[in-house]
């Protein structure tokens, strides 16, 4: 199952909340168009944790969204780069509100 992690910050003048509405927006509508499988909660990191030692980034805002397979998140990752609407509206209203995003994807093995 494929995953994507996103990291990022919030723009200075963004309130939490705002942000929250664009993200949940924009990964129901993936959700319910069949482009992904589900999207975690918005989470704050907890880097004074012994478990986080990430050193390189300092991100405070992370999300992962979960895809079915491969062929579900290209056809997600075509559907942004194409700007097929709504998605790509809803997508770049979440990528307004954040500066120095970060995305990491993996799949099991």
Same mark, same amino acid.
């Given at each position: 199952?494929?995953?994507? +992690?996103?990291?990022?910050?919030? $723009? ?7 942000? $929250?509405? !664009?993200?949940? *927006? ?6 319910? &168009? ?5 999207? &975690?909660?918005?989470? $704050?990191? =907890?880097? !004074? ?7 390189? /980034? @300092? ?13 579900? *998140?290209? *056809? *997600?990752?075509? !559907? =942004?780069? @194409? /700007? =097929? ?9 979440? =990528?307004? +509100? ?10 099991? +093995?």
């Amino acid at each position: 199952m494929p995953r994507l +992690l996103n990291q990022f910050e919030l $723009k200075p003048t963004v309130e939490l909340d705002a942000f $929250k509405q !664009a993200w949940n *927006a924009f990964v129901e509508h993936l959700v319910k &168009t069949g482009l992904a499988t589900k999207g &975690t909660p918005l989470c $704050k990191r =907890i880097p !004074a944790s012994g478990y986080d030692t990430d050193e390189q /980034r @300092d991100h405070t805002l992370m999300a992962v969204v979960e895809f079915k397979d491969q062929l579900q *998140a290209d *056809a *997600a990752w075509a !559907a =942004i780069e @194409d /700007r =097929i609407e709504p998605l790509g509206a809803l997508h770049r209203e979440v =990528i307004s +509100l954040v500066h120095e995003p970060v995305f990491t994807f993996w799949s099991e +093995l």
